[in-house]
Each structure stands twice: as structure tokens, then as C-alpha cells.
């Protein structure tokens, strides 16, 4: 079945140094591929999506690129803010399939520190 | 600010205790889900609807977990008995049919079992 892995539970990391946070998934499909953002106490929302194989998607600041050749959706910030802090979640959804639901990785707890 | 609405926000239960998690999903949404999460298990799907009719619900939680949806703006998810392990935050959401938009979620409700 379709699955999303991220393989780091935490990331802990100086304010101002860049990050990556992994994604990667198993399909037999071509997917549409999304990066969430949950701060504390707050709902998980959107920050960015893709279907597009190699091509960079931007939002606030974080960027990612879909490479179906490695089935990777990694997430990347050139230079991390406190403000950064949350859990990043990766998910795989079927565009081509109405009658599906987006599966979503474990997630990643960012924690910048100063 | 018509998102995602889930009551209570945090319920305290003791063990055997009947409890009822509410939630109105977005206006005109035709996809519901109900989620646990938990730091290890991340996101655990526990119940999918669409338009009112029950897709899927998580096999493993089938015995004591019940998502009801008696009208399209208006779900309930119901444990009957509550046990210490099913302390966690659940997560209401919704979003259009179509694998390629966006879930919107609620604040959760976080359940204590004691």
C-alpha cells in the first residue's frame, strides 16, 4: 500500500542555520505530494504542495522539490527563525483518484533554538 | 473564521467512562476524518467519510471507537469504554473530494484517561 516515511523524529537546530526535513514515499502511482505545519497547541494547515516532477515549490520561506526519480519530497529553509519551531508532516495523496484520502508520515518536531 | 470547529478542547475522562468528541467540519466539504495523534504513531486514521457515508474506519480501533455523522455540518466520535491508552489529541478535518486538495483541520480535543 502507499506509505510516507520521514525518518527524523526531532530536528534540533541553531536559529539562522539551514534545514531539511526527509520525506520520502512508496506508491504505484503518480502522486500529489504536501508538506503541513502543526505550531503548538495549534491545527496542523498547509504550507506547501506539488505534483510536478522537479520543480521547486515555495511558500514562507521553506521550499521543496518532488523527484519521483528518488520518490523524495524533502523540505528545506535556507535559514531557520525561532518562529520555525512546530511539526512538519509529509503526506501522498492520488490525484488521479476521487475516492482516496491523503496518507500522512509520522512527522518531524522541528525545535529551533536561539 | 468558518475552519474546522472541534469541542471540547481537552476532556478529562476516568477509565470506563462514555465520551463524545464533537466536530463541524468546513462548509460545504464533502470529505470528513477523524484522527489520534500521538508522538509515536503520529496521525492515525480513525474514520473517513464521504458525503455522510462511512469509507473507512481503522480497523484496529473499530471496537470501542464510533464516528457518527448525523448531518453534513455535524460529526461525533464516541469511546465507549475509555481506557488509559486512549489518551492522545484527536483531530477533526475536512476537505473537498479530489486527490489534490487541501485538508483543513481543527484544534483537536485532548483526551485524558486517568
Known amino acids: 500500500g502507499d506509505s510516507v516515511t520521514q525518518t527524523e523524529g526531532l530536528v534540533t537546530l541553531t536559529k539562522g542555520l539551514p534545514v531539511m526535513l526527509n520525506c520520502t514515499y512508496q506508491?504505484?502511482?503518480?502522486?500529489?505530494l504536501f508538506w503541513y505545519v502543526q505550531h503548538l497547541n495549534e491545527a496542523p494547515k498547509l504550507l506547501l504542495k506539488?505534483?510536478?516532477?522537479?520543480k521547486r515549490t515555495e511558500h514562507q520561506g521553506f521550499y521543496a522539490t518532488l523527484h519521483k526519480s528518488s520518490s523524495s519530497f524533502h523540505l528545506q529553509k535556507s535559514s531557520v527563525q525561532l518562529s520555525d519551531s512546530a511539526l512538519y508532516f509529509c503526506?501522498?495523496?492520488?490525484?488521479?483518484?476521487?475516492?482516496?484520502?491523503?496518507?500522512f508520515g509520522t512527522g518531524t518536531k522541528l525545535q529551533v533554538v536561539p | 473564521d468558518a475552519g474546522v470547529t472541534q469541542t471540547p478542547r481537552h476532556e478529562v475522562a476516568e477509565k470506563g467512562q462514555t465520551i463524545i468528541l464533537k466536530c463541524e467540519p468546513v462548509?460545504?466539504?464533502?470529505?470528513l476524518f477523524w484522527y489520534r495523534q500521538t508522538k509515536i504513531q503520529g496521525l492515525e486514521l480513525l474514520s473517513y467519510?464521504?458525503?455522510?457515508?462511512?469509507?473507512?474506519d481503522g480497523g484496529a480501533f473499530k471496537d470501542r471507537f464510533k464516528a457518527e455523522m448525523l448531518n453534513s455540518s455535524f460529526s461525533t466520535l464516541k469511546i465507549q469504554p475509555t481506557e488509559p491508552k486512549d489518551s492522545a489529541v484527536y483531530l477533526c478535518?475536512?476537505?473537498?473530494?479530489?486527490?489534490?486538495?487541501?485538508?483543513?483541520f481543527g484544534k483537536g480535543t485532548r483526551l485524558t484517561v486517568v
Open positions: 478535518a475536512s476537505s473537498l473530494t479530489g486527490g489534490n486538495t487541501e485538508v483543513f
Open positions: 506508491t504505484t502511482y503518480s502522486p500529489f
Open positions: 506539488s505534483s510536478t516532477d522537479n
Open positions: 503526506a501522498l495523496s492520488d490525484p488521479a483518484n476521487s475516492g482516496t484520502y491523503q496518507r
Open positions: 462548509s460545504g466539504h464533502n470529505d
Open positions: 467519510f464521504r458525503s455522510k457515508s462511512l469509507m473507512e
